[in-house]
């Protein structure tokens, strides 16, 4: 006698979940496809599986239908259209890759024994990028050593702005040294941190990734699959290291000189934001001897979106321009 198989079907709290992650999606221009939701989720097991628990909820596939192996709003596809949407996604691929060609190239110039990891991250490391997106870059270096990679950056993108305006701007809005990255990591943080974290497209350094990722546990309690494929040892993994002593202090002396006009930058790009009424752009700088990490006002509504606050849910798809060092 044949038993009919189980129907697939997805927790309440995943559905919600899913849908932010689609209404994320859309306000950076793109789309999730099936496999990316598959990532986040734990209670199917193929994109089929996930496809079929989808269609099977008339509540959901009515409001987010699948497009093309993609989970897609019906606004979506009633102010774009099915071919639009399509050509669309296909021509964010290709500046993703062209991207990712001047991220290496950029980090050849900083390859050294110095530089940790070298990645992208922002849209492009989602597999997103569109027409005036920033080239956001995540990197690490050794202990004690991160300021003078940042006014070796500072240079280099003076130099790109004014003999290469054909490529977008290279925008370091997450550089740390060794130490606190692995502080960073290891501290439980929230839904938004760790899927930048899980997406991040390492450039160089993927042994010294996959030891950051070992002691993010917490990661693998939010997005067990993701978590899983990204924290698989490496043959390469490095020892902890740190700059030598005359590093050390040369290092504290940029912090206390070079740090002084990024302060002075970011206030005056602050106050220029919000006298434009581009409020979303106003940013957060943490900064100190072993890290400069900015975080924008859109930033922070993206945590609450991920958080479902309602509150923080009033954005709008536009152009990525990031807080950054640059």
């Given amino acids: 006698m044949r038993t009919s198989q189980p129907v697939p079907s997805l927790r309440e709290s995943e559905v919600s979940e899913i849908i932010s992650y689609v209404r994320i999606a859309e306000l950076h221009g793109t789309h999730l496809s099936l496999g990316e939701v598959l990532k986040l989720t734990s209670s199917v097991t193929s994109e089929e599986e996930l496809a079929t628990a989808w269609l099977g909820q008339s509540n959901l596939s ?5 497009h093309s192996g993609r989970i897609v709003s019906r606004q979506a596809l009633l102010e774009a259209g099915p071919t639009a949407i399509n050509a669309k996604v296909e021509a964010g691929r290709r500046r993703v890759a062209a991207n990712m060609e ?27 990028a569109r027409s005036g997106d920033d080239i956001d870059i995540f990197c690490v270096t050794k202990t004690g050593g991160l300021w003078l990679f940042v006014m070796k950056h500072l240079l280099v993108s003076r130099f ?30 929230d839904r938004l941190f760790a899927r930048d974290a899980l997406n991040l497209k390492v450039i160089a350094g993927r042994g010294f ?16 699959r993701a978590y899983a494929a990204r924290a698989k040892p490496q043959s390469d993994t490095p020892e902890r290291a740190e700059s030598s002593a005359g590093a050390r202090v040369l290092n504290m002396l940029l912090f206390r000189t070079v740090g002084v006009y990024i302060r002075l930058k970011s206030a005056l790009d602050n106050a220029k934001n919000r006298k434009m009424g581009r409020t979303k752009f106003v940013n957060d700088l943490r900064i100190g001897a072993g890290y400069v990490l900015f975080e924008s006002r859109k930033y922070q509504s993206l945590r609450g979106i991920y958080a479902g606050n309602p509150s923080k849910q009033g954005l709008k798809p536009d152009s990525h321009q990031s807080s950054c060092v640059s």
Avoid: H, Q
């Avoid at 001047?102 to 997103?128: C, E, H, P, Q, T």
């Avoid at 702005?161 to 501290?187: G, H, V």
């Avoid at 990734?209 to 067990?224: I, K, T, V």
């Fill in 102 to 128: 001047i991220a290496k190239a950029v980090w050849r110039i900083f390859a050294g024994d110095d530089l940790r990891m070298f990645a992208i991250s922002g849209g492009n490391s989602y597999g997103f």
């Fill in 209 to 224: 990734f996959s030891s950051l990722m070992s002691g993010a546990r917490w990661m693998g309690e939010l997005f067990p």
């Fill in 62 to 66: 009515s409001e987010y239908p699948l």
């Fill in 160 to 189: 790109y702005e004014t003999f290469r305006k054909d490529i977008p701007r290279l925008c370091f809005s997450y550089a740390l040294d060794e130490e606190n990255a692995r502080r960073e990591f290891s501290e439980s943080k």
